[in-house]
T-cell receptor, first 114, second 113 residues
Framework: DVKVTQSSRYLVKRTGEKVFLECVQD?????MFWYRQDPGLGLRLIYF???????EKGDIPEGYSVSREKKERFSLILESASTNQTSMYLC?????????????FGEGSWLTVV | QKEVEQNSGPLSVPEGAIASLNCTYS??????FFWYRQYSGKSPELIMSIYSNGDKEDGRFTAQLNKASQYVSLLIRDSQPSDSATYLCAVEASGAGSYQLTFGKGTKLSVIP
């Protein structure tokens, strides 16, 4: 069975803290993604990685960075958390493209910044 | 900016009826199209993918794609209360943007018993 695991499901952090969100996939997928989802704004891509040590900015990278040192792990880093980063964060992974492949999501990480 | 548009709803249908969910997209070169279902507080899960013009059926679900009109739809036959969720349309970018999906904001479906 496909498995994308986000280790932290619910977090409360203070403004200015450094926050790490971890994601691990067990499917040997090349591509990994970080999205955030907010009411009325839908899913927005923060960063994606198409292979180890490779990363590309998505639509809203400001205030975030990522790390992909191993194929199975993709970390999202909030360098200095702010209240407008309160959101649900979704990690996803995907095998390199042949027709029929799809993005698989983790269960989500709910982050509240106070 | 690639865009994917969906009616936000809520769309209410009686149990047993057909629910019709629609999506339009702006990138004419898009090749891959997906429908995800998302229950409240949960992550999206894939229902259907479609790549060629026409219809694709899977159980009670039918996806329809018309690339000339840049339009993709999802029909749910014999709707059940358990189908009540938000449905997200996703389109894969073409060219240099490949590997990314652009999501619509979702249509909330309510199936009334």
């Amino acid at each position: 069975d496909v498995k994308v695991t986000q280790s932290s499901r619910y977090l409360v952090k203070r403004t200015g803290e450094k926050v790490f969100l971890e994601c691990v996939q067990d499917m040997d997928h090349e591509n990994m993604f970080w999205y955030r989802q907010d009411p009325g704004l839908g899913l927005r891509l923060i960063y994606f990685s198409y292979d180890v040590k490779m990363k590309e900015k998505g639509d809203i990278p400001e205030g975030y960075s990522v790390s992909r040192e191993k194929k199975e792990r993709f970390s999202l880093i909030l360098e200095s958390a702010s209240t407008n980063q309160t959101s649900m964060y979704l990690c996803a992974s995907r095998a390199l493209g042949y027709e029929g492949n799809t993005i698989y999501f983790g269960e989500g990480s709910w982050l509240t910044v106070v | 900016q690639k865009e994917v548009e969906q009616n936000s709803g809520p769309l209410s249908v009686p149990e047993g009826a057909i629910a019709s969910l629609n999506c339009t997209y702006s990138d004419r070169g898009s090749q891959s199209f997906f429908w995800y279902r998302q229950y409240s507080g949960k992550s999206p899960e894939l229902i259907m993918s479609i790549y060629s013009n026409g219809d694709k059926e899977d159980g009670r679900f039918t996806a329809q794609l018309n690339k000339a009109s840049q339009y993709v739809s999802l029909l749910i036959r014999d709707s059940q209360p358990s189908d009540s969720a938000t449905y997200l349309c996703a389109v894969e970018a073409s060219g240099a943007g490949s590997y990314q999906l652009t999501f619509g904001k979702g249509t909330k479906l309510s199936v009334i018993p």
